[in-house]
């Protein structure tokens, strides 16, 4: 009886020394037989793309760089937004999503272009502007053409002549490029700043197509609004809140002077100022 028990000790212990060697191995067995599963049998056999209005199907496969055939585990979904917003521009807001087990579903949301950026006046726009250290080294070239942006100030393309947006002065674009976020000197950054967070103001109460121009200069901006009134804000206004008084003081001011009143409205004073067109400076 006393080796029989002995035996039996001795199986255990080793039963106890190699059980986390087991386990381990089989985790590992398992790993290796879902990495062949997935690469064997999870291929990219279609592309579903929706929201596309500008651009075809083919033309986003083409930019995605999916291939029929790809794993659908090994793409990289990064990549492939990068890629899209880069060669088509007009590109906003992107999803990318696996749908089991053969496809990729792409979905798309589009720009609109809503401003174009006014080409520099001539002495300005044939320097290079100089960026960097004051050494020269590093200089890019101002843009010759006007260029449509998004809301967000992405470029867009080049501005056909008969295009009707918001035209915005004050600024000068350097080394523009479509697909890219729109570079100005760092004197201008307040002016770009005001303008992005002024677009998006206008978006957000749906009042785009109510301006037809903004003029920036060193300490606010000007912006024509209905073709009838001037608008001067702060460049760092509250814009959610100057768009939706100015708004209620064009109101205010056609149920006093009629439909067709015009003038000036200064909101970087308080409170906002109108002068009639007979009075403005």
């Known amino acids: 009886m006393p080796r029989y028990s002995h035996r039996s000790r001795t199986r255990r212990r080793s039963r106890g ?6 386990k381990l191995l089989c985790l590992l ?5 879902l990495t062949v599963g997935a690469t064997v049998f999870f291929r990219v056999e279609s592309v ?4 596309n209005q500008r651009y075809t199907q083919e033309e986003i496969l083409a930019a995605s760089g999916i291939e029929m055939g790809d794993n659908l585990y090994g793409l990289n979904k990064v990549r492939i937004d990068q890629n899209i917003r880069t060669t088509l521009p007009y590109v906003g807001d992107l999803t990318i999503n696996r749908a089991l087990p053969s496809t990729i579903v792409i979905t ?3 720009w609109e272009a809503v401003a174009q950026i006014a080409v520099p006046d001539p002495g300005q726009a044939a320097l290079p502007a100089q960026t960097g250290d004051s050494s020269g080294e590093s200089e890019l070239p101002v843009a010759q053409e006007p ?5 967000k100030g992405k470029l867009l393309e080049p501005a056909p002549a008969d295009f009707s947006s918001i035209t915005v002065t004050g600024l000068t674009p350097l080394a523009p490029q479509a697909g890219s976020m729109l570079a100005v000197p760092e004197e201008e950054e307040p002016q770009l700043k005001a303008l992005i967070a002024l677009l998006e103001a206008l978006e957000a109460e749906k009042m785009l197509k109510e301006i037809s121009a903004v003029r920036l200069e060193a300490t606010r901006l000007v912006a024509r609004y ?15 809140y100057d ?9 205010q001011i056609e149920v006093q002077n009629g439909e067709r009143a015009a003038g000036a409205m ?14 403005a400076s």
């Open 243 to 251: 768009v939706r008084l100015m708004e209620a003081m064009r109101e």
């Open 226 to 240: 209905a073709d009838r009134f001037d608008v001067k804000m702060k460049l760092n206004a509250d814009f959610s």
């Open 266 to 279: 200064d909101l970087t004073r308080s409170p906002a100022v109108y002068a009639p067109a007979q009075a």
């Open 108 to 110: 798309v949301t589009e």
């Open 48 to 51: 579903v793309i929706s929201g």
């Open 17 to 22: 020394r190699f059980g986390p060697l087991f």
């Open 29 to 33: 067995a398992v790993g290796v037989a």
């Open 147 to 151: 260029w449509l942006i998004s809301v």
